[in-house]
């Protein structure tokens, strides 16, 4: 018989495992906002120039900045989304490992119990202990 604690230890196990994996997907999509915030940021640059071959673009870039301020926001949107996701695995873990010490703990107690049981029987049917130094004067 498999104790409860082994088996919520291996979902402990699991449950950080997605933890880490909705980390890494956050980790990516906040990679994805720093480089596309650079490329705006370049986009931006080459607007407000001054030179004239820039001037020549300049709707082209107006164009280029609305799509990319829109990928930001929707790049926002599924940031937002891992986040919740990453405290939302993160909590179940918690629980659950919470939930594994607390079984290990009343294994431990039982197991305790059992070994009390045992002497009790040991003594209140005449068997002697263990060891034979043991109640001899």
């Known amino acids: 018989?498999?104790?409860?604690?082994?088996?919520?230890?291996?979902?402990?196990?699991?449950?950080?495992?997605?933890?880490?994996?909705?980390?890494?997907?956050?980790?990516?999509?906040?990679?994805?906002r720093r480089e596309l915030s650079e490329t705006i940021d370049v986009v931006v640059d080459a607007m407000g120039s001054a030179k004239p071959l820039h001037a020549m673009f300049s709707g082209h870039y107006a164009s280029q900045l609305g799509r990319?301020?829109?990928?930001?926001?929707?790049?926002?949107?599924?940031?937002?989304v891992h986040e919740a996701r990453v405290l939302k695995e993160r909590a179940k873990g918690d629980r659950l490992e919470e939930n594994m010490k607390d079984a290990r703990t009343a294994e431990d107690r039982e197991e305790?119990?059992?070994?009390?049981?045992d002497l009790i029987d040991q003594h209140t049917m005449g068997v002697p202990p263990?060891?034979?130094?043991?109640?001899?004067?």
């Open 1 to 32: 018989m498999e104790l409860r604690s082994k088996k919520l230890k291996r979902l402990v196990a699991v449950q950080r495992h997605l933890e880490q994996m909705a980390e890494s997907e956050l980790a990516e999509t906040s990679r994805q």
């Open 68 to 80: 990319l301020a829109q990928k930001d926001q929707m790049l926002l949107g599924i940031q937002q």
């Open 112 to 117: 305790a119990d059992n070994a009390i049981y």
């Open 130 to 137: 263990a060891s034979g130094k043991v109640g001899h004067s």
